[in-house]
């Protein structure tokens, strides 16, 4: 994610603001974005900032509670650890993914505090597509001052 001010500067004027936890979201809408992430949803406390009280990780569209995604990217309270802990030690790999989510669901049921910051002023990347990765790739690649004119001449020149 390229944003302005970084993204772990925005997480961390929340984190010092409001300590808790505070994890990385985006506006995410299409059909295949719920299969993708994990949804939140929670009371607004300010412009893009909201008091968690739900994560669902890939809802599908008609389980989603928002449509603000999670998209990695945190600060955590230290007594995540003790959460991952817990739920390591019920966890059956036989039954699926091992998912920070439901850690942070039982936090926010025990009356800890995550706060979903919608990053301002940024571009996220979704590295997981292979498309998007490339992109992602080129975007960052264009940008430097010293292969970037190199990389813009040889893409125009495949172009054509």
């Known amino acids: 994610m390229l944003a302005k001010p970084t993204r772990f500067q925005q997480l961390l004027e929340v984190y010092e603001d ?3 936890s ?7 809408d299409g ?8 949804y939140v949803a929670g ?3 300010a412009p893009g900032l909201i008091d968690m009280t739900t994560i ?4 599908g569209r008609d389980k989603a509670p928002s449509d603000l995604a999670s998209v990695s990217g945190y600060v955590f309270d230290p007594v995540i650890v003790e959460y991952l802990q817990k739920q390591k030690q019920s966890h059956d790999a036989a039954e699926g993914e091992f998912m920070i989510q ?3 669901q039982q936090m926010v049921k025990d009356g800890h505090h995550i706060y979903g910051c919608e990053i301002q002023n940024g571009q996220y990347y979704d590295t997981g597509n292979p498309l998007e990765y490339l992109k992602t790739v080129f975007d960052f690649a264009l940008q430097r001052d010293d292969i970037g ?4 001449d040889y893409l125009r020149e495949k172009l054509q």
């Open 31 to 38: 059909d295949e974005d719920y299969g993708r992430y994990g």
């Open 149 to 152: 004119g190199d990389l813009s």
């Open 43 to 45: 009371k607004e406390i």
């Open 56 to 59: 669902v990780e890939k809802p």
């Open 102 to 104: 439901d850690s942070m």
């Open 22 to 28: 505070v994890i990385t979201c985006v506006r995410r």
């Open 18 to 20: 409001k300590g808790g």
